[in-house]
């Protein structure tokens, strides 16, 4: 399969503390992007990191890449109950088109 | 609102049968693409369409079949439903091909098979 694996499958914070989920992926990629879903909804973009890319920010934010170890991670700074969701990289092949989807890690950040 | 439009949004049929979900994409959006997501399987890519043609394949079953229409709205058929099928299945959509952006997503239809 040529889809992302994230790291951990669920994690449980309090508010104010930093998250971080981790990406692997199997083959080359043009970019790998990250979604978040809210329970039961549909997935909305956060970030993108093209493979030339190697760190990212978007403002609390922060992505890096590394392409030789085909592996990403994303990083929440001070975290509010309201980022309770799941998160899941998603990597973009060369070709365009397909984007595979990893399993998904569930955040929950405790008020 | 991502702009996707995705009817309908609940659906509960019988194993056997056949239902019929349709989505709606982005203005100016010529690329959609059809994900399920299962309990505990994550997204799986089923198929993408670009300009009423079929562009891309994923992991769809024979029983599963999909088409865009010249309105440029999309309908994925699913038939002889199992148990199994139920799931959320998710369109998105995304301006061109072949593309390498972000994608916007609908708000899914949720398909109950008992």
């Known amino acids: 399969s040529q889809q992302g694996e994230e790291d951990p499958q669920a994690l449980s914070i309090q508010e104010g503390e930093n998250a971080t989920m981790n990406c692997s992926y199997k083959?080359?990629?043009?970019?790998l992007q990250w979604y978040r879903q809210n329970s039961g909804r549909g997935l909305v973009h956060l970030i993108l990191i093209r493979s030339n890319e190697r760190e990212k920010h978007s403002g609390r934010l922060r992505v890096t890449l590394d392409t030789s170890k085909k592996s990403s991670s994303l990083l929440i700074t001070a975290s509010r109950a309201a980022d309770t969701a799941s998160y899941f990289c998603?990597?973009?092949?060369?070709?365009?088109?397909?984007?595979?989807f990893g399993t998904g890690t569930s955040l929950t950040v405790i008020p | 609102d991502s702009g996707v439009t995705q009817t309908p949004k609940h659906l509960i049929t019988a194993t056997g049968q056949r239902v019929t979900l349709r989505c709606s994409p982005r203005s100016g959006d010529l690329s959609v693409y059809w994900y399920q997501q299962s309990l505990d399987q994550g997204l799986q890519f089923l198929i993408q369409y670009y300009n009423g043609e079929e562009r891309a394949k994923g992991n769809i079953l024979e029983r599963f079949s999909a088409q865009q229409f010249p309105d440029l709205h999309s309908e994925l058929n699913l038939s002889s439903l199992e148990l199994g099928d139920s799931a959320l299945y998710f369109c998105?959509?995304?301006?061109?091909?072949?593309?390498?952006?972000?994608?916007?997503f609908g708000e899914g239809s949720r398909l109950t098979v008992l």
């Open positions: 083959t080359s990629i043009n970019n």
């Open positions: 998105a959509s995304s301006v061109g091909h072949p593309y390498t952006g972000e994608l916007f």
């Open positions: 998603a990597t973009v092949l060369n070709t365009g088109n397909q984007f595979y």
